[in-house]
């Protein structure tokens, strides 16, 4: 399923200096593979229940656990890779 994932920096209320560390996140999270990106941004973006996600993906609800847990293993990954730097 194909979904909106355009993510808007402004919905979120930060400062200036969280507002860049928000932007960068935009683009990590826009760079993960789409199912990954699905449950991010309706689990965090969205603010859907777990079960919610299962519902409008298709998906079995251990299928979002699985899939959230490997979507931010792979965003820590990218952000301590760029840390390294």
């Known amino acids: 399923m194909k979904l909106e ?3 808007d920096c402004d919905i979120i209320k ?3 200096p969280d507002m860049l ?3 960068r996140l935009k683009k ?3 760079g ?3 199912e990954y990106r699905d449950v991010i941004v309706l689990r965090y973006y969205q603010e859907l229940k777990y079960e919610q996600i299962a519902r409008i993906l298709g ?3 251990s299928t979002v656990k699985i ?3 490997r979507a931010k293993n792979e965003l820590k ?3 301590d890779k760029d840390e390294m730097r």
Do not use: M, Y
Request: aromatic fraction near 8%; charge should be positive.
């Open 14 to 16: 930060v400062n200036q």
């Open 5 to 7: 994932t355009r993510i």
């Open 28 to 30: 990590k999270i826009a």
């Open 67 to 69: 899939r959230l847990f």
């Open 77 to 79: 990954k990218v952000f």
């Open 21 to 23: 560390l928000a932007s």
């Open 32 to 34: 993960l593979k789409e």
């Open 59 to 61: 998906i079995p609800l």
